[in-house]
């Protein structure tokens, strides 16, 4: 049996009319650029999370840029993020002149522990504290960090946070949507996300309006009035047709999530007992289950073993930040986070994705059976 890691074309013909409907009425319409698509979107991403404000840009990683921009954040500063996630993360801190500063993950949670972001702002001197502005906590695979820690740590040290819910829309923490904790929440619509457009896309949400008119200056050229440029800025719109697919696939988004906790609750369910261990799910954490991940010895033998049996299974991350070439000016070296290493080192997700039938649940739980048996 084949399992791929997600199967879009088996989600777009479940949706098939509705996108190519929404497809000819932007075709028709012709207008690409910010149109009332791109606003009725926000609007509706703000709805969802409960955020009032909301600007639509070109990626999730613009949607990073432009929020840590939009607080101010640049060159001289230090913005304290996880080494255990996706490289764009740590990228936007570094393309806005910041420079990221490493804090180890929770080996319970694999998220942003926030004792060591405490531990950190009390060992580093005052001049190097005064240039740390900001704290962006990622949602790994879909769960939300520990915000109620990480919110008090900020108001305590002054600093912005800003999420990064690229994985994790539909997230939440005792009821409290992903994105709406902090002073902003950066979302991506890449095509293999939760929420994916045909296309790239992003989003910025925060309660800050300010905020969010200057994400939306800044995603134009820094201009509000056409031709007149207040500050330098980007290429970084959300396309029209992408908000006018996106539109249609929000309102599937909460049954799409059901599926995939629904598939999760099975694998728990069947792995538990073999020993294997995945991250905890954290004390009122709505889990969104982006990926399903477990942390297994002999990590690539095992993955072999699935993509050998027709199941594609893959790793997020195999190398963490502190540890990438770019990054070695940082002065990071191999100990400096012993337990992003070690994940890296044994991580892996299998598929997980609304559509997957019930037969290749079971299909990929026998596998995983097998794997172990045969030790
Ligand atoms: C945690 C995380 N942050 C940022 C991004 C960047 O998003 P995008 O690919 O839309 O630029 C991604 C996804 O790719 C991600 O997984």
Known sequence: MEVPLLDLKAQYQTIKKDIDEAVKRVIDSQYFILSGEVNAFEEEIAAYTGVPYAAG???GTDALILALKAFGIGEGDRVITSPFTFFATAEAVSLVG?????VDIDPKTYNIDPDKIEKLLRETSHELRDTIKAIIPVHLYGQCADMDRIMRIAEEHGLKIIEDCAQAIGASNNGRPAGSFGDAGAFSFFPSKNLGGFG???MVISN??????RVKKLRVHGSVEQYIHEELGYNSRLDSLQAAILRVKLK???EWLDARRAIAAKYDEAFSPLGIITPKVADGNAHAYHQYTMAVEERDRFVQYLNDNGIAARVYYPVPL?????YRDLGYSIGSFPISEELAEKVLSLPIYPELSEEKVNYIIQTVKDFIAKG
Request: include cysteine; glycine fraction near 8%; charged fraction near 25%.
């Open 208 to 213: 800050d309006k300010q905020a969010i008119e």
């Open 57 to 59: 840009v070109a990626s």
């Open 322 to 326: 502190h540890l990438q070439p770019c």
């Open 98 to 102: 910041a420079k990221p500063v490493f």
């Open 200 to 202: 790239d896309g992003g």
């Open 252 to 254: 599937k988004l909460n």
